[in-house]
C-alpha cells in the first residue's frame, strides 16, 4: 500500500505543475495612443490592464502592456485633459505591431470671470485721524495726520490749509506704522529737500525729522532758512546740486548748480514769461510821483530794475489773471531736463550745463493741454517724468519720454479727486474718501500698468 502511493506522488505533482504553469503564462502587447483630433502621440496616460496599474505612457505615447491570463484583456485608458477611455485588446491584430488607440480631448468649463484692474489698495487708514499729506521716500512712506482743521488763519496765509494737533507718521515698506510724535505747533504740510528727506513746514517754524533708537524726533529751523536755502534745491548730480530761484510773485526764473566744494554758482537757463514780464514792468508807469521817487530809490538800494520794484510794490501777482510761471527742472539719468512751458519746449542740458537740443511737449496741443492739470510728477526711484491730466474729476497719468517728448499710454486713477498725488516706484499714491462718507481721509495706493 505504501509503495502505491510512493509512485503516484510524481504523477499528481508533474499535474499541478503544468497548471500553475499555464495559470502563471504571461501575455503582452504594445501600445501607442494619439490624440483624436491632431494624431499627435499623447505622453503621461495612466494605463490599467484587467484593473492592475500598468504606469504610463512616455513621449511617443507608448507602453506595453502586460497581463496573466489569456488572450482576453480589459484596457482603461486616463488623462486630465482626455475623456477616459475603456476598450478590450483585439484579437485579430495581435501580432501587427503596435496597437494604436485613439483618445478624444476633454471638454474643461470653467466658470465665467470678469478681468479687469486690481482695486486700489489702502495704505492708511485711521478711525481717529484724517491723512493730510503724504511723501514717500527710501524710509517709508510719511504721513502728517490730523484730527481738525484750523478755521481761522491770518490773511496772508488764507489760500493755504493750515493743520492744527498734527502728529507725523512714519510706515515701514511694508506699510506698517512703525513710529510716530506730535509736531509743536500748526503746519502747512510736508515738504523735501533735494534728497528727498522729508520736512514738515510749520507756521512758525520749519522741521527736520531724525531718529533716536525708534523714535522720531524733531529738529526746528527757521522758515527763511526753509524757503531760501532748501526748498529751491531739488535734485544732485556728481559734484552739482541743482535748483531755482523761482518766486512764484515773479514771472521769470533761472535754474543754477551750485557747487559746495568750490562754493560756486553756474547759471543753467533762464526761462522768461515774456508776456507777463511786459505787465510786470508796466506797473511803474502807473506809479505816482512819490511812489515812482520811491521805487527808484528802493532800485537804487537793492541793485535792481525800478521796473521791478514797481511791480512788486503794486503786488502784480494778485492780480486774477496772473498766472505764475512753472518750469521745472527734472534729473533724468545723464541729462537735465527743463519742462519751459512759456515756449511750450523740453529743453536738454548735459552735466556740463551745454545745450542738448530741445523737442516740443507733447501736451501743447488743444486736445491734450485743456486737460492738463498744470503738475508734472517725477518718480525718484524711477527717474520717470509723468504728466498729469484731470477731467470732471477723473485723474488720469501720462509718461513723458524723454528724449522724444511722447506721451505714454494714460493710467486712470480709480477714484475721482485724488489729492496729494504722488509717483513712486511704479505706484500711484494719493489721498481721498468717498464723497459724502463719514470715513476719514486715506491714502491709497495703485500700481500702474505696465505698457
Not at 527763511?224 to 518766486?247: F, K, M, Q, Y
Not at 523737442?359 to 496741443?365: D, F, G, H, N, T
Request: aromatic share 10%.
Amino acid at each position: 500500500m505504501v509503495r502505491c502511493l510512493a509512485r503516484a506522488v510524481p504523477v499528481v505533482v508533474l499535474v499541478l505543475f503544468g497548471q500553475v504553469e499555464a495559470a502563471a503564462q504571461q501575455s503582452e502587447r504594445e501600445v501607442q495612443v494619439l490624440d483624436s483630433l491632431s494624431e499627435h502621440p499623447v505622453p503621461d496616460v495612466e494605463i490599467t490592464v484587467n484593473g492592475m496599474p500598468q504606469g504610463s505612457t512616455d513621449r511617443e505615447g507608448k507602453a506595453q502592456l502586460r497581463w496573466h491570463g489569456g488572450a482576453s484583456a480589459t484596457v482603461r485608458f486616463a488623462h486630465v485633459s482626455y475623456r477616459p477611455l475603456e476598450v478590450r485588446i483585439p484579437e485579430a491584430s495581435r501580432e501587427e505591431g503596435p496597437w494604436m488607440v485613439h483618445i478624444v480631448p476633454r471638454d474643461i468649463h470653467l466658470m465665467p470671470i470678469t478681468v479687469g484692474r486690481a482695486e486700489p489698495e489702502i495704505i492708511y487708514q485711521r478711525p481717529d485721524l484724517h491723512a493730510a499729506d503724504l511723501l514717500i521716500n527710501d524710509e517709508g512712506l510719511w504721513v502728517l495726520a490730523y484730527e481738525h482743521p484750523r478755521m481761522l488763519r491770518a490773511e496772508g496765509d488764507a489760500s493755504k490749509e493750515i493743520l492744527r494737533d498734527v502728529r507725523l507718521v512714519l510706515l515701514d515698506t511694508a506699510y506698517h506704522e512703525v513710529a510716530s510724535c506730535p509736531v509743536p505747533e500748526d503746519v502747512f504740510g510736508l515738504r523735501h529737500d533735494l534728497r528727498n528727506a522729508v520736512v514738515i513746514e510749520g507756521t512758525r517754524h520749519a522741521f527736520g525729522v531724525g531718529h533716536i533708537g525708534d523714535d522720531l524726533v524733531l529738529a526746528p529751523f527757521g522758515l527763511e532758512e526753509l524757503r531760501h536755502a532748501v526748498l529751491p534745491w531739488t535734485d544732485t548730480i556728481p559734484h552739482w546740486i541743482v535748483g531755482s530761484n523761482a518766486n512764484a510773485s515773479y514771472p521769470a526764473l533761472d535754474h543754477l548748480a551750485f557747487d559746495p566744494l568750490n562754493d560756486s554758482t553756474r547759471k543753467i537757463c533762464s526761462v522768461v514769461d515774456t508776456f507777463m514780464m511786459d505787465l510786470f514792468r508796466s506797473e511803474y508807469k502807473y506809479l505816482k510821483g512819490p511812489e515812482k521817487v520811491a521805487a527808484m530809490n528802493l532800485a537804487a538800494d537793492l541793485g535792481v530794475e525800478k521796473e521791478v520794484v514797481a511791480g512788486y510794490m503794486t503786488s502784480f501777482s494778485r492780480n486774477v489773471w496772473y498766472k505764475p510761471l512753472y518750469a521745472p527742472l527734472f534729473v533724468v539719468g545723464d541729462t537735465l531736463l527743463v519742462f519751459d512751458h512759456v515756449r511750450w519746449r523740453i529743453r536738454k542740458f548735459d552735466r556740463s550745463f551745454e545745450g542738448a537740443g530741445e523737442v516740443a511737449l507733447p501736451y501743447q496741443a488743444k486736445s491734450e493741454g485743456r486737460y492738463w492739470s498744470g503738475n508734472l510728477l517725477q518718480d525718484r526711484a524711477t527717474q520717470q517724468v509723468h504728466a498729469v491730466f484731470q477731467r470732471n474729476g477723473t485723474v488720469w497719468l501720462r509718461s513723458i519720454d524723454p528724449v522724444t517728448g511722447a506721451l505714454g499710454g494714460p493710467f486712470r486713477l480709480a477714484n475721482s479727486y485724488p489729492e496729494r498725488v504722488q509717483v513712486h516706484a511704479g505706484r500711484v499714491y494719493y489721498i481721498w474718501r468717498p464723497y459724502g462718507s463719514l470715513q476719514k481721509r486715506t491714502v491709497y495706493r495703485e500700481q500702474m500698468e505696465r505698457r
